[in-house]
């Protein structure tokens, strides 16, 4: 059984920072992809970041980048999502989820629909 298991999340200050962590157990993703997403109240789930197969291609959705950064230990099958510079905008609840290697032409890392396990998800609040 796949468990994805969050943590790392709080409340900060903007301008602060936060690392959130999600390990993986159950299976292992090093050639596919872990990828965070967040949904704030009232609004629909939304792609953050995602690192991709063996070379860990990254991604990331426009709001975040050069804010955040996500990252994946392999041997500890976790991946990372740094963030800095929070802003207000940035509270939401935080969700881990990965996909086993999929080819090119069915890959859509940025769309929730690719991804075949979720974490239970990870609060974080931002105070301005």
């Known amino acids: 059984q796949v468990q994805l298991v969050e943590s790392g999340g709080g409340l900060v200050q903007t301008g602060g920072s936060l690392r959130l962590s999600c390990a993986a157990s159950g299976r292992t993703f090093s050639s596919g992809t872990m990828a965070w997403f967040r949904q704030a109240p009232g609004k629909e789930r939304e792609f953050v970041a995602a690192?991709?197969?063996?070379?860990?291609?990254?991604y990331y959705a426009d709001s975040v980048k050069g804010r955040f950064a996500i990252s994946r230990d392999n041997a500890k099958n976790t991946v990372y999502l740094q963030m800095n510079s929070l802003k207000p905008e940035d509270t939401a609840v935080y969700y881990c989820a990965a996909v086993r290697y999929k080819p090119t032409t069915e890959w859509d890392g940025r769309s929730d629909r690719t991804y075949d396990y979720w974490g239970q998800g990870t609060q974080v609040t931002v105070s301005s």
């Open positions: 690192v991709r197969g063996s070379a860990a291609s990254t």
